[in-house]
């Protein structure tokens, strides 16, 4: 639903009404549920946070499981396998997604109905192998645990994902891209730089794929400040959710934050692979994804900007809206030109 004014002029896009009301509802539950003393009242939020079983019966051509790595720890991953491909095919092999859910570090799931949707259509329409992780939150666990976590799944994958039965022998683990919306897109772009430390024999990552990844820094930029009023996103949730991730007295401009700010760390000389940044001109956040990129080039990375001029924060969530179709093939373009070279 385009519009033909100015989109700078607004703090929203023309959206349906069904859109609307669920992100009304969502912002409802997230600003009641962030109580001033940085706790987060989780028995309110689940009411709206509908779950999704895995399902051995394929659905939409896509089969899932759960698998648990530390139940101590809640960390576990839910495997999408398109079956309209690995049941069909003996020689085909397919890319392997690592997804990092997003929700401001401290909310959602792996099982979450939208997440579980997108990654279904993902391992379904790229085609693709999805491990859909599901990590530690805040404000109960704060950085590193969610670095940790995903580390160690790349690390469980690297050494024990082959022995799994239900892991699909068509997976190419030199063809693996991390990837994840808003946090998840933060953590999709450390656990490259944190993968130089890790000796991995099987794995290969040669791809990023950072979908509004969640950034941020003590400045207010011109689109924080210009997009005040815009669905799911406002500074006063951002600086709530960042007090609840970082350290204990750390400010925005923690390298965790702040990627490429004071504080970063220099990774001109990090191996990181080809990464796809994915903006949305009203998502207040779309400043910092922008520097982002212009980080990762400076750098030297091998980096593209992707812009959706009529998207918002977590638009990727409702199938309703054309962008996340776009997305699809944008993901699925970016994937097969990685996996030619």
């Known amino acids: 639903m385009a519009h033909t004014g100015n989109p700078r002029a607004r703090a929203s896009p023309d959206l349906p009404w069904k859109t609307r009301l669920l992100m009304s509802a969502l912002s409802f539950a997230v600003d009641v549920s962030c109580r001033r003393n940085i706790t987060f009242n989780r028995n309110f939020f689940n009411l ?8 051995n019966q394929p659905k939409n051509g896509v089969k899932s499981s759960d698998l648990v790595i530390d139940g101590s720890r809640n960390l576990w991953f839910r495997l999408y396998t398109p079956t309209n491909v690995t049941e069909t095919a003996t020689t085909i092999s397919l890319p392997v997604i690592v997804y990092f859910h997003g929700g401001g570090f401290v909310l959602l799931a792996a099982n979450s109905k939208g997440f579980d949707d997108y990654c279904r259509r993902l391992a379904g329409e790229i085609p693709a192998v999805v491990i859909s992780v599901n990590y530690r939150l805040a404000p109960e666990h704060r950085y590193p645990c969610q ?3 995903g580390i160690d799944v790349l690390k469980f994958i690297d050494n024990e994902i ?12 030199k063809r693996c891209f991390v990837a994840g919306d808003s946090a998840g ?31 941020g820094g003590e400045e207010r930029t011109e689109s924080e400040t210009r997009l005040v009023g815009a669905p799911l996103v406002s500074m006063e949730r951002t600086d709530w959710m960042w007090k609840a991730f970082l350290p204990e007295g750390s400010n925005r401009n923690h390298p965790a934050t702040n990627a490429f700010g ?6 001109s000389g990090v191996n990181i692979p080809a990464t796809i940044v994915v903006v949305g001109g009203f998502d207040p956040l779309q ?5 982002h990129y212009d980080g990762l080039k400076k750098c030297g990375k091998e980096a593209y900007l992707i812009e959706y001029p009529n998207a918002v924060h977590g638009f990727y969530f409702f199938p309703e809206l054309p962008e996340g179709s776009l997305l699809i093939n944008d993901v699925k373009d970016f994937i097969q030109n990685q996996s030619a070279k």
């Open 147 to 149: 670095y940790e976590d």
């Open 262 to 267: 004071p504080n970063a760390v220099d990774i």
């Open 287 to 291: 400043d910092w994804q922008k520097r």
């Open 162 to 173: 082959s022995k799994i039965k239900n892991f699909p022998a068509c997976a190419d683990l």
């Open 185 to 215: 897109g933060n953590l999709a772009h450390n656990m490259a730089v944190r993968a130089n430390e890790c000796n991995f024999s099987k794995l290969k990552l040669i791809g990023v794929i950072a979908i509004q990844p969640f950034f």
């Open 48 to 55: 709206f946070d509908v779950k999704c079983s895995a399902s």
